[in-house]
Every structure is written in C-alpha cells, then in structure tokens.
C-alpha cells in the first residue's frame, strides 16, 4: 500500500468492513505550499500526471494503515503533537521511484529529529491499525514530497527524469503541524481529517 493510489490490495473479510484507511501527514506551508503547487500544475500540463492531487495539498507522508479506532488515533496524535515543537525540514534534490508504481520527488533528508517523529507515529498506527504501509516502516521510509505519483507512462517518466537531471534545489523549511488524514472511495479524494497545530494543546483544528 502507499499514499495517493486508491488500488484495492486490502481483504476486507479478515480487517472488517468498518475499517477506513488513513495516514499521518505533514503538510507543507506557505511558499513551500505554493511552489509545490506550480510544480504539480507544470506535470499536469507537461506529463500529464495528476494523480498525487487526489489529496490536494502539498505533504511530507509518515505513514498509513487500515483501522477501525480513528478515535484513539486521534486522542493519540492529539497528544503527541503537544508534546512536539515545530520541526526543521531539508529538501535535497529531485529523485524517483520505479516499483511499487513510478514516483518523481522531492527528497527529504532523514534527520534526527524527523526520524524520531516518524518512529512514534508509526508506533501509535501499529498499536490501532490492523496493517500499516510497509514501505513507510521505519526501516524502509524514504521521507519526501511527491510530484507524480503512479499515473505517469514510461516514456513520459523517462522524459521528466531527464528534463530534470540539471535540476538543483536545496531548502530548508519549518513544518508546524501533523494531520491525520482518510481515504473516500465514493470520489477517489484524500481529505484532512484532522489538523493538529504542534506545540499546542487544542489541537482540534479541522
């Protein structure tokens, strides 16, 4: 599983069918947000690749999974984000996957401080979800923001892979929240379930 496909890979016979699927994401802020933005607009128009707008804001994702308690993920994250100050994050370049399903991104590096995040996140999906993502595990997480997610043809991804192979970016941005997220099938949409401001204690923004 991962973040943006909508495939249905999940046996709902063996997890129930009251389980939804959701994630635990930060999402981008102010510039950060908008250059995000340009640049899904550019693929659009260019690559024509617009899956990775199925949730429509720009995002570093932590991890996912099936459960049936999104009330205790929600008490849970409510918590932990109290206890968290706004964090640093480095973008270092543009980069891709080929397999599970073909990705251009942009990475980020795992510090720190985003590591031990992303290890208590993933730590509170497995205690309620029934299945996390694997591939967001701690040992296998790549942290990124992704630019084209699944949609892209071959030819195109190898075309987009060279239009940018000159491409340098390197910044640094301060990410001031997590957001708990859920999947709608009936519109094949991602939307915020809950925003959780860190550092505060109500953190009950939607």
Not at 31 to 45: G, N, S
Not at 175 to 200: F, P, S, T
């Amino acid at each position: 599983e991962s973040f943006i496909s909508f495939k249905k890979t999940t046996n709902f016979q063996d997890i129930g069918m009251r389980a939804i699927k959701l994630g635990v994401v930060s999402v981008l802020e102010r510039e950060a947000y908008e250059e995000i933005k340009k640049m899904w607009r550019l693929f659009e128009k260019e690559y024509d690749s617009k899956a990775v707008q199925n949730f429509p804001h720009p995002h570093l994702s932590f991890q996912g999974g099936m459960s049936e308690d999104l009330k205790t993920i929600d008490l849970d994250l409510q918590n932990l984000a109290s206890q968290i100050s706004p964090f640093p994050v480095v973008v270092g370049g543009i980069d891709s996957f080929n397999k599970p399903e073909r990705v251009i991104f942009l990475s980020v590096v795992k510090s720190k401080i985003l590591k031990s995040i992303h290890e208590k996140i993933d730590d509170i999906l497995k205690k309620y979800c029934t299945q996390t993502f694997r591939f967001y595990s701690p040992q296998d997480w790549t942290p990124h923001i992704t630019l084209v997610h699944g949609d892209i043809t071959p030819n195109l991804f190898r075309k987009a892979k060279k239009d940018l192979e000159n491409y340098r970016l390197h910044y640094k941005l301060t990410l001031h929240n997590i957001c708990l997220v859920r999947w709608y099938d009936q519109d094949r949409k991602i939307r915020i379930h809950k925003k959780y401001i860190l550092g505060q204690e109500n953190t009950l923004s939607r």
